[in-house]
């Protein structure tokens, strides 16, 4: 019992970083481009700019954590302090200046820095706790399930709740409802974890050092690529979202959905709210065939299982054949949530038995957290381009047949590309051969 209400506390803080992220992934470009009408291309540009800064963010405040000492431990503190200010920052992002483009550019890229900044610091603390939180292969799944449940119904409220929210009363009473539950998760998650002490002669390495030791392991290199495109379906598909629902499928005011007369967002939360509740115990059915083929298998086997969902979101013209390629595409997104926490405890536990023991968890998720992130450039980048070049106006309700195909290749082509990336990286990758009982 002790072990699941530890794995229940931990998990809230999944819960916590999973609206932050999805939300602002969901909704922020959005807001900016078709709501506030500043260029597709000057926000995707930024958005290049804002990918590469995490880049370099991320693996500082994995540095960070690894190299400090207090009473509280290496990465608590980080969660307990940052909690509160990133909830705020978050809140700021939805509160631009009524000014020029110029100015409402500029804005989003200063509040976009200054909410990664604390959002890095905070969420890689949390995350490099996993390895210590779970320290068997068996207790990572079953915590990769209740964080990635309490992740799904994160989700739900990012998808659902924040689109309604957004059109019912605006977005700057979204942006503090959802700032505060992000503020309150991190906290929860912090109630009785207690880390190990540190080895009093384990000495701490330069940056350089330790990113010749990262970069110098194989199985990191493979999983990263991985991750890489992973991570870029997930941008793609939570940021086009609102783009493909409004042009391809042609749902911009009201549609009728079971009987029942919808609004734009509110069919927007069904498409994607209905296979992410579907998450839920789909992560029961992934359990025991981990278990039964490990890690490595199981990978690209949910990458392989994207492609159907993909293809029928790729043609999807209503809301109905909508529904059936976001319904398709839920094995993949779960294999994707399940996934990459296990197999990045396996590669940290590999890289610590290679150095003496030295653990270098904050450094490994900064460097995944901030490697990953070049998913955030390339999709701004194929964003700005794609819209570009098919033709897309920002702030127009009326699109070009070229401008809306751009909206399908955005959410279909480059996500199924992506997908064979993962399994092309996994073929590849050395560990993940262990199995274990369910």
């Avoid at 500082?60 to 909830?87: C, E, F, N, W």
């Avoid at 631009?96 to 900044?117: C, E, G, K, M, R």
């Avoid at 700005?384 to 955005?410: N, Y």
């Avoid at 993962?422 to 051969?433: K, S, T």
Wanted: hydrophobic share 55%.
């Amino acid at each position: 019992m002790k072990r699941v209400t530890k794995f229940i506390s931990y998990a809230f803080g999944n819960f916590a970083n999973t609206i932050a992220y999805e939300v602002f992934q969901n909704r922020i470009k959005f807001y900016y481009v078709d709501v506030l009408g500043v260029s597709s291309a000057v926000i995707g540009t930024l958005w290049a700019i804002y990918g590469l800064w995490n880049a370099i963010n991320d693996p500082l405040m994995g540095q960070l954590s690894d190299r400090t000492r207090s009473k509280h431990g290496r990465r608590v503190p980080y969660v307990l302090y940052g909690a509160i200010p990133l909830g705020l920052s978050f809140f700021f992002l939805w509160t631009p200046p009524n000014h020029s483009p110029f100015v409402l550019a500029a804005y989003f890229l200063i509040i976009l820095f200054i909410f990664d900044t604390l959002y890095s610091l905070t969420y890689i603390a949390y995350n490099a706790l996993f390895p210590e939180v779970a320290p068997t292969p068996r207790d990572r799944v079953d915590l990769a399930v209740v964080r990635e449940a309490l992740g799904a119904i994160a989700m739900l409220l990012a998808f659902i709740l924040a689109p309604i929210l957004a059109e019912s009363v605006g977005y700057l009473t979204m942006g503090a409802i959802m700032g505060a539950l992000v503020a309150a998760g991190y906290l929860i998650a912090m109630l009785g974890v207690k880390e190990k002490p540190v080895p009093e002669n384990e000495e701490n390495m330069s940056l350089g050092a330790s990113l010749r030791a990262v970069f110098g392991s194989v199985p990191f290199r493979w999983f990263l690529g991985a991750n890489i495109a992973k991570e870029y379906i997930w941008v793609a598909l939570a940021g086009q979202l609102p783009f493909w629902r409004k042009y391809a499928l042609g749902i911009q005011s009201s549609v009728e959905v079971f009987g029942m007369k919808l609004g734009g967002g509110d069919a927007e939360a069904v498409l994607l709210g209905i296979p992410i509740l579907l998450c839920i115990p789909m992560f029961f059915v992934w359990r025991p065939l981990i278990a039964r083929i490990g890690y490595r298998k199981a990978w690209i086997v949910g990458a392989l299982a994207f492609v159907p969902g993909l293809l029928a979101m790729t043609f999807a013209h209503d809301f109905n054949t909508g529904l059936i390629g976001t319904l398709l595409i839920v094995p993949g997104l779960t294999s994707t949530l399940l996934l990459p926490f296990p197999v990045i405890s396996e590669v940290i536990d590999e890289d610590a038995k290679r150095h003496a023991g030295i653990s270098r968890e904050g450094l490994f998720f900064g460097m995944n957290g901030g490697l990953t992130k070049i998913s955030f450039s390339l999709e701004g980048i194929f964003f700005a381009l794609i819209m570009g070049v098919t033709g897309f106006v920002a702030g127009s309700d009326v699109q070009s047949v070229s401008a809306i195909w751009g909206t399908r290749i955005l959410i279909g082509i480059m996500p199924l590309i992506a997908c064979l990336c993962i399994a092309f990286c996994m073929w590849r990758y050395p560990l993940g051969r262990e199995t274990f009982k369910a």
